[in-house]
């Protein structure tokens, strides 16, 4: 039994994001995405809780894919989770250098149990960001290609100041 983790701040979930949790849980067996609090992050746009609920929702008929949070970090989120591997997607060289110093750091504080493997999304959502995603939706351009429905209509219901 393979579990991984997939960690991010998913601020919003995009179709980048959805890719790699797809690819995941077909190549393992199953997939925990952790919503991460990071702090070095700003807000963003959706609480912790609110991110989570989404992804749940998006995943509800997905067995293998189950969704936590955290703001602890990410080795013991995966220790307690019971999985080895944390999955990271990489979209350009400035990924790349992230996470090849990130997965270093992290198979050194967790004493050598926990090893990274990227995915990388299908090249139509290779440019997708939830930063992007958020500067188009603040200067009021569409970006349905980038995420789902769901997570759409829930951004215009903020704009709209409800919950
Ligand atoms: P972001 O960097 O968009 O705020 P997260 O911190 O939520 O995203 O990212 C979680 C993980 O998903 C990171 O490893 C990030 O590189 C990866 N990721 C995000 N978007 C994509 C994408 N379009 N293609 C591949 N990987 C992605």
Redesign the pocket.
């Known amino acids: 039994m393979v579990r991984v983790l997939y960690?991010?701040?998913?601020?919003p979930i995009?179709k980048?994001?959805r890719?790699?949790i797809n690819q995941a849980s077909e190549l393992f067996d199953e997939v925990v995405v952790a919503v991460m609090c990071n702090p070095n992050?700003p807000t963003g746009m959706f609480t912790i809780d609110e991110r989570v609920a989404m992804i749940k929702e998006l995943y509800k008929d997905v067995d293998n894919v189950k969704v936590v949070s955290s703001t602890g970090a990410t080795v013991d989120v995966a220790k307690e989770n019971d999985c080895k591997i944390i999955i990271?997607?990489?979209?350009n060289y400035t990924?790349y250098d992230f996470?090849s110093g990130m997965q270093q750091i992290n198979y050194e504080i967790s004493n050598g149990e926990v090893r990274t493997v990227i995915l990388?999304?299908d090249k139509e959502?290779?440019?997708?960001?939830?930063?992007i995603v958020r500067e188009l939706f603040n200067i009021g351009k569409d970006f349905s290609d980038y995420v789902d429905p769901l997570v759409k209509e829930k951004m215009m219901v903020k704009k709209l100041g409800g919950k």
């Open positions: 960690p991010g701040s998913f601020n995009t980048g994001h890719q790699i992050k990271r997607g990489i979209r990924d996470e990388f999304a959502y290779q440019h997708i960001s939830s930063s």
